[in-house]
């Protein structure tokens, strides 16, 4: 009878669905190195167009922007000159080929010399020299390059307070952008609209002393989607953990009309980057573990499948199934996967969320900096190692 008993339970187990069987391990694929990009001190961004990749950061002389093959060959360089002190933090390309990069800027103003108490003799009747003071990067700063051409034209917009920004999005209606806005308490997150040709609207400031915006997406009926991370009360919905990831919904008017937060005690949260179709990344830093959460939004921001690996935080996504990340541990799908030190991984997912593809990169490399795509090079994941950028393609 024992033995009769055995036998019906393996014979049930051979015969359930393949669905319910224990889940197909798959193989990490290496990335194919394509080339080196600058450093980490200098480099604040990359973007890539066609057969080019552009590089845009800071140096001693000023904000540059320039464009290399996929040998790494330099095509072209351009100084953004502002004729003041500024950086260049963010960047896109528009649907036209223009290439926008964005940072923040200080603009002069003209002030008389102070006046003084007893007037003095004045047979000229000249009047008091005319001084030039600056108030910080208080301004936003953006360089069009248009397609084709190397020579950059610069539009300003002077704001309340410095401003640092974080993300540029562009579509054929125009450009946001957004970041983070000093106040008197501590940092807003803020964002401003603009059409192609830099005139600027009304910026707009959401909280007032621990907000910030890393990530934006403009929508086809004019709304916008922000994400990024706050320790405030917003619109009501008070912190749940240290800091908790949000996200602004904004209308066409720019009015805040939904605001969607993290709701996990004792972790700071954020979210990180933002795809067009609302595949989102961030960072869980909750204790002494770290993690990435990859979650893919519908548009009314119900998630419909997340995915968390421990990592060193950073996490990229792209189009609808794509996540970059440093790994710090084995994952049960991927085969033979026991990093000892965190190491580059690039994974597809399917529709629900499970991982079908992974790539990673070499051992040296320790973190990553970017994911971003051309018809022509293919998806380019960017790595760190000791302060250098490198490139690499998944084939």
Sequence with gaps: MKRLFQTVIVLLILSLPSSMAAPQQIAVKPLTFLTTLG???????????????????????????????????????????????AIATAGAIDGAGNIWVAGSTSLKSAVPTPAQSLAPINPDGELGVIQETTHGLDAVALWEIPAGGTTPNLFTAKQQSE???????????????????A???????????????????????????????NATVRHRDGSKTLIGNSAETLGGK????????????????????????????????SWDSASTSLLFGGSIIKGTQIQSAVTKFSTSYSPQWTARFASTGATFTFGTDRAFF??????STLRA???????????????????????????????????????????????????????????
Excluded: C, H
């Design 337 to 395: 996967w026991a990093p000892k030190s965190a190491r580059p991984l690039l994974l597809t997912f399917d529709t629900k969320g499970l991982i079908s593809a992974a790539f990673s990169a070499p051992l040296r490399q320790s973190d990553v900096f970017g994911l971003i795509e051309s018809k022509e090079i293919g998806l380019i994941a960017l790595t760190t190692s000791e302060g250098v950028i490198s490139a690499y393609v998944a084939k």
């Design 326 to 331: 440093a790994s710090t541990s084995p994952i």
């Design 183 to 213: 106040t008197e308490k501590g940092s807003s997150g803020f964002f401003v609209n603009t059409n192609f040709a830099g005139e600027f609207m009304q910026s707009v400031r959401i909280g007032t002393q621990a907000t910030g915006i």
């Design 163 to 181: 401003v640092l920004i974080t993300a540029v999005a562009a579509d054929k209606n125009g450009l946001t952008l957004a970041g983070v806005a």
């Design 39 to 85: 450093t980490t001190s200098q480099v604040a961004g990359v973007l890539t167009k066609g057969s080019q990749i552009y590089i845009f950061g800071n140096t001693d002389n000023g904000p540059f922007i320039r464009a290399i093959d996929p040998s790494g060959k330099e095509l072209w360089r351009v100084v953004l000159d502002s004729d003041q002190p």
């Design 238 to 269: 008070k912190l749940a953990g240290i800091s908790d990831g949000v996200i602004i919904k904004v209308d066409a008017k720019d009015v805040v009309t939904q605001i969607v937060r993290s709701s996990e005690a004792k972790a700071n949260r």
